[in-house]
């Protein structure tokens, strides 16, 4: 059983040297695996010598499959990861390094003088210089042998509530346990080829990157600029034979909502995983009939939890009016499901996802406050110490046991009495086949419901189709039509803004 992430780089590279392990979009991009397992031990013997160990690293890159190697470096150095991005806003950005105060960035040629302007003070490493360094196999063998289970691979910062961002800090027990699971549920082998679409400083990423290694996979870094182009994308995936994707919704229904899929079909693909949202029934329908040959599988879980703890294979048809459950934990996972009076809620009633057993992350880096605030003392074990992860998602279990997400706890509202869920309004409006699109938030300071969607459909027939869909109490008080839904970095309907532009519109 390995117990530290490289183990399995050690395996692969062993057992399929000359394989390509990460590729990009020119042939000249591409890593082998032992190309990967060269410069991350060459990256690994210069962190050890400039005194660095069981500390942060960033790694401040473009999205390359050389970010990986680079990720992989810091590991062998004995560190823990933290990736960022151009795409971050410069503020957040500043609160990570104030928060973490790093000795050292891991940059390239094409983010380096960006990273001269950060406030910091610690050193700027290239790249392309550091995997130069002749790897020191003693010092190396020190490095992992000083290393347990439990220290931490990686930190990968989620919004806060606050405005501060949180840094989730997972180990080597959490991430193994994670890739174990996930590379079994999905059927993972030496074959299979990945088209990575999650930015890369999101732990979404962790789907496709670290299982390659344990198998020997393939995993091609889409370029976050094709995105905007689905035939692209289609294209991208045709030519490099790509069978496996683990993407996010939004990207999925990208494909779907604008009709790409009628016009090339990417024949290959065998496994499709979805995770981040509730995927529309009436664009995973158009998903399941182009590709009857795929097996589709619907993934939850948050960054707290290492990625994804829950998963569900679509094996039956989905009424429109249906969620696609997200089912059951893996081995080594527990889910509980708890009232507002911390007791187990009753078959069918609704209770707190949280989460217990060995997917708990490590907590939020030089934040004990809020880790202390979400990873809580287990209310039904008074026996012994037991941290579950409370996920502020809303669930229940349907009549075969499986587990449907209902709502996150801050979408759920009181509005003329009654309690609403918002994500139910979104359902029922995605139902309706003009509709790409849609997301809904509450203004709770004039107490209204406000819609906003993205379709060929006027604001005021839509109100007349969901007059005939929805409870009157539950009827949106103002439809906003748009151009394109925002979306965060990770592919969900980025809310927040969406709030910040309708207070904006409504206070002019």
Request: aromatic share 10%; net charge negative.
């Amino acid at each position: 059983m390995q117990n530290h992430i490289l183990d399995y780089l050690d395996e692969t590279a062993l057992r399929v040297p000359d394989k390509l392990a990460f590729g990009g979009v020119r042939d000249e991009d591409g890593l082998t695996f032992s190309q990967v397992n060269r410069h991350s031990r060459a990256i690994g013997t210069h962190i050890l010598a400039k005194g660095l160990f069981k500390e942060p690293v960033v790694v401040f890159m473009n999205r390359h499959p050389s970010t990986v190697a680079a990720f992989l470096g810091v590991l062998q150095g004995g560190c823990y990861y933290v990736p960022i991005d151009e795409e971050m806003p410069r503020v957040r950005i500043d609160l990570i390094f104030k928060n973490l105060n790093p000795r050292a960035v891991i940059c390239d040629e094409s983010t380096v003088d960006t990273a001269r302007t950060f406030d910091f003070h610690g050193e700027l490493w290239l790249y392309g210089d550091l995997i130069r360094t002749q790897a020191d196999d003693t010092a190396l063998a020190g490095a992992r042998a000083g290393m347990i289970d439990t220290d931490p691979v990686y930190v990968y910062f989620t919004s806060g509530s606050t405005g501060i961002p949180k840094g989730v800090a997972g180990s080597h027990r959490a991430l193994i346990n994670y890739i174990e699971q996930l590379s079994e549920v999905l059927g993972f082998q030496e074959d299979t080829v990945f088209a990575n679409q999650t930015p890369l400083y999101f732990d979404a990423s962790l789907k496709d990157i670290f299982p390659t290694l344990k198998v020997g996979a393939t995993a091609y870094i889409v370029p976050k600029t094709m995105f905007k182009f689905p035939m692209q994308v289609l294209d991208f995936l045709i030519s490099h034979e790509v069978n496996t994707l683990c993407w996010v919704v939004s990207a999925l229904t990208m494909l779907s909502a604008f009709g790409a899929l009628t016009e090339k079909t990417p024949t290959a693909l065998r496994t499709v995983a979805f995770v981040g949202e509730v995927f529309p029934i009436k664009q995973f329908n158009i998903w399941k009939r182009t590709l009857p040959q795929v097996r589709f599988t619907n993934l939850y879980g948050p960054t707290e939890g290492t990625g994804v703890c829950c998963y569900y294979h679509v094996e039956r048809e989905f009424a429109m009016d249906e969620a696609i459950p997200i089912g059951r934990p893996f081995k080594n996972t527990d889910i509980l499901l708890l009232t507002d009076q911390n007791t187990p809620a009753a078959p069918g009633e609704q209770g707190e996802i949280c989460i217990r057993g060995t997917s708990l992350s490590l907590g939020y880096i030089n934040d004990p406050e809020r880790t202390a605030a979400s990873f809580v003392q287990n209310p039904l074990n008074h026996a012994y110490p037991e941290r579950i992860y409370r996920t502020g998602d809303i669930g229940r279990l349907n009549e075969d046991g499986d587990l449907i997400f209902v709502s996150r706890k801050d979408y759920q509202i009181k509005h003329m009495g009654h309690r609403i869920e918002l994500g139910e309004i979104e359902a029922n409006v995605n139902m309706l086949d003009a509709i790409r699109s849609s997301g809904c938030i509450y203004d709770s300071e004039k107490g209204k419901i406000v819609l906003f969607y993205v379709g060929d459909i006027s604001e005021k027939d839509l109100m007349q189709d969901l007059k005939q869909k929805l409870q009157r109490y539950m009827l949106p008080n103002t439809i906003r039509q748009l151009e394109a839904m925002p979306l965060t970095a990770t592919g969900k309907i980025n809310r927040v803004l969406l709030k910040e532009n309708y207070k904006k519109e409504r206070n002019r």
